[in-house]
């Protein structure tokens, strides 16, 4: 036999197959990557809207003082709630800030529940604490999947 026919020489070009525990597939990358903006996306929406509600909203200020707390609080809440938003939703900022708003955001949200579960709101008002902190946990775990909180 001649070297061109040899059954010992190897004529598939193809890539190996990555190992297992290897990286990602580039299709999985983006999943995860959509997935962090779909889940970021709702979640600045929902606070976002309770920024603005905050500010301009008479009933939501009604709730504040329901709660027991002061005018300026809820001012304050709303600015640093926008702040929060701006630091999850610019890519450029360093992982590490980000991780200080979403434990900002963790806070807020878990205040807010044990506010209205303290006077005996029922779960049509603090419902919706809970579910914003599920989409915001659902972000900071893409966040984390995507190799940013590391």
């Known amino acids: 036999m ?10 598939d070009v193809r890539a190996p197959a990555p190992a297992a525990g290897g990286p990602a597939r580039p299709s999985r990358a983006r999943g995860a990557r959509a997935a962090y903006w779909v889940f970021t996306s709702l979640f600045a929406l929902q606070m976002g ?3 603005y509600a905050q500010l301009r909203l008479p009933q939501v200020a009604e709730v504040f ?12 809440l709303c600015w640093a709630k926008l702040l929060g938003l701006t630091v999850l939703l610019v890519p450029q900022v360093p ?23 303290a006077v005996g709101d029922g779960p049509s ?14 972000s900071y775990c893409f966040h984390l999947k995507n190799g940013e909180g590391r």
């Open 2 to 11: 001649n070297a061109i026919t040899s059954p010992a020489v190897d004529h």
């Open 49 to 51: 809207f309770t920024a």
């Open 65 to 76: 003082h329901h709660l027991g707390f002061p005018d300026y609080f809820r001012v304050e």
């Open 95 to 117: 992982a590490r800030v980000k991780e200080w708003a979403y434990a900002g955001f963790a806070i807020v949200l878990g205040s807010a529940l044990i506010a209205h579960l």
């Open 125 to 138: 008002a603090w419902i919706w604490s809970v579910g914003t902190f599920a989409l915001g946990a659902l």
